[in-house]
DNA sequence: TATCAATGTAGGCACTGCCAACAAATAATT
DNA sequence: AATTATTTGTTGGCAGTGCCTACATTGATA
């Protein structure tokens, strides 16, 4: 069946249901309970995200999301499976960007780019990097979390000089990212350092100082 | 009145509470609170520890608990700011046996004692870097993280050639601490990549690839 | 000795995740 | 086309949570 007509259909079910009163089958439950979820995610801190609140706001009954997500754990699960492949999608798509730029400037904009990923979903962000998110027995996890590593991976061999094993390098540039988006995102510099969400780039990296 | 006595007091409090019945004050509440939260958050994570769970386990109603805290956030904060006294304290500890220890070996002698304390106080750690625990606004909290802040500020002077501003070098080498820390603590590092609490130091620190 | 503030208790409210039993609508089978 | 089975909803309820109000007990104070 095709997609449009998929759509079709689910446009005329809404429609019913903006006119009748409710109907009994909401329809597209599951995929309105993630993208539901991603917004309240977002809005309210992964803290204060309940089903039953999610469930309410659709309209449905408090236990109608347990026919699409066993537990409430395997919602957050899958919504952190988005955030890696969205993730996983922004790193290839400013990997092209960066294909020309070599050195300093290259890891600078890998700085640039991380940071407004992390800062741009700080929710999301968190939650992918958290106990609750990063379940890597999660398929999808799995893959895109890889996806976004090979990124970075490559990125980061452009920068090598020598043929040395790269994980080294990676790795430490990778705490060092996420690192700065911890810091960043739960307020951890004592204020009096003066560092914040704006002017962080320009303490990030100075490589000369080692 | 000296503290001694004070203790003396309280040892026959518990002691009449072991033989007759409880008795009605408690006596040492706010304290036990805070060790057996101390204790709690280690043994079952920061998700699972409940005021009630706590206040039952010392043989106190449920409510009792709210005579000594406010809100359960506040005895978190407490526990936090516990644990940033805690490592301040560890941290200039450490820094005395650093002192005669000079550039590239002090730094991997940092990253091993600030790695201890992380994976040795897992939840703790991560109570006091969370939204939760690094509340500023608690004096506690902000005296002992600017404690900690100031010795690796000092621990970074000690190995900066030039006479450059220094917070460079020590909020590059914090993000990384902190970076390798949580990528440790919430096993963020895809599994085929082969890094662990074990070996990873023979990856945190390769200054000479950049 | 009477009073009072500190520190405990009991009951209850609103909220949570989740389980079991039942109802409706859609899909599959005969 | 009629019947059956499966999916996807609903209601009610349980145990747990933080925290509020009203009340009880106690040691310190006047």
């Given at each position: 069946m095709p997609t449009c007509f998929i759509d079709f259909l689910s446009a005329l079910i809404v429609l019913s249901g903006m006119l009748e009163n409710?109907?009994?089958?909401?329809?597209h439950l599951r995929q309105s309970l993630i993208d539901e979820g991603l917004k309240a995610l977002e809005q309210s801190g992964l803290e204060s995200l309940s089903l039953r609140a999610l469930a309410e706001s659709l309209g449905v009954?408090?236990?109608?999301p347990y026919r699409h997500f066993a537990t409430k754990r395997d919602l957050l699960t899958v919504l952190a499976a988005e955030g890696y492949q969205l993730f996983a999608d922004k790193l290839e798509e400013w990997e092209k960007e960066l294909i020309n730029i070599k050195g300093k400037e290259r890891l600078n904009r890998i700085y640039k780019v991380y940071g407004e990923f992390a800062l741009g979903n700080p929710e999301l962000y968190r939650l992918m990097f958290s106990r609750l998110g990063n379940s890597l027995h999660s398929e999808r996890c799995r893959i895109n979390a890889q996806r976004s590593f090979a990124v970075l991976i490559r990125l980061a061999e452009g920068m090598?000089?020598?043929?040395?094993?790269p994980r080294s390098l990676v790795l430490s540039l990778y705490a060092n990212l996420h690192g700065w988006a911890m810091i960043l995102l739960d307020d951890i510099?004592?204020?009096?350092?003066?560092?914040n969400s704006e002017n962080w780039q320009e303490f990030a990296l100075k490589p000369e100082l080692y």
């Open positions: 409710t109907p009994y089958h909401h329809g009954s408090k236990t109608a090598l000089d020598s043929q040395k094993d510099i004592p204020p009096d350092v003066g560092v």
